[in-house]
């Protein structure tokens, strides 16, 4: 069945620094891959799309690579701030479905 | 302006009892889905309608019933709650951004039942 994995359920980053998260999958072939993040007591917020055929995305501080044979995607935070701090998640999507990864909690330290 | 809405943001019930739960959205989009997010966070769909049509019903027990009086709104009716109930469930709906479609998710129903 398909299956994906965000790597860790917290990571601590020292603010400044850059905060990088990984999405692996098996058994599928997305269409695009998908970033979400998701605040305590709301709803999940649409940040960046990446298709099957891009290597990378990249919106302000984000950048967002995909790499289609490792099954992996990575979600880079540059100069991270407290602000960033959240919960993140990977979404696969393609015919017609979309599925979520069980997300990372990031907090950044200041 | 709230692009989709839930109501209510907290239910608080007994088991055994049947509840709603409403979902609206003015961003014009033609789909509509109901997540439910467990207490691991796991943020799992439940149904999709596209223009008040069934599109995915991901194995739900028949006790959920989701209705879509049209493409804005999308209720979920759940009959007979049990304790596994008790999650967050989101509605959303689909449009394009960022290079193709993304979900607009509401704000959540937390669900509680006693």
């Known amino acids: 069945s398909q299956k994906i994995e965000q790597n860790s359920e917290a990571l601590n980053i020292q603010e400044g620094k850059t905060a990088t998260l990984t999405c692996n999958y098996t058994?599928?072939?997305?269409?695009?891959l998908q970033w979400y993040r998701q605040d305590p007591g709301r709803g999940p917020v649409f940040l960046l799309l990446?298709?099957?055929?891009?290597k990378e995305k990249r919106k302000e501080r984000l950048k967002v690579t995909f790499d289609t044979t490792l099954k992996q995607s990575l979600f880079h935070i540059t100069a991270s701030q407290p602000a960033d701090s959240a919960t993140y998640l990977c979404?696969?999507?393609?015919?017609?479905?979309?599925?979520f990864g069980k997300g990372t909690r990031l907090h950044i330290l200041p | 302006d709230t692009a989709v809405s839930q109501t209510p943001k907290y239910l608080v019930t007994q088991m055994g009892n049947d509840k709603s739960i409403k979902c609206e959205q003015n961003?014009?989009?033609?789909?509509m889905y109901w997540y439910k997010q467990d207490s691991k966070k796991f943020l799992k769909i439940m149904f999709s309608?596209?223009?008040?049509?069934?599109?995915i019903n991901e194995t739900v027990p028949n006790r959920f019933s989701p209705k879509s009086p049209d493409k804005a709104h999308l209720n979920l009716h759940i009959n007979s709650l049990e304790l596994g109930d008790s999650a967050v469930y989101f509605c959303?709906?689909?449009?394009?951004?960022?290079?193709?479609?993304?979900?607009?998710f509401g704000p959540g129903t937390r669900l509680l039942v006693l």
């Open positions: 959303a709906s689909t449009g394009l951004a960022g290079g193709g479609e993304t979900q607009y």
């Open positions: 990446i298709r099957e055929n891009e």
């Open positions: 058994n599928y072939s997305p269409a695009y």
């Open positions: 979404a696969l999507g393609g015919d017609d479905k979309i599925i």
């Open positions: 309608y596209n223009n008040k049509e069934l599109i």
């Open positions: 961003l014009g989009h033609d789909t």
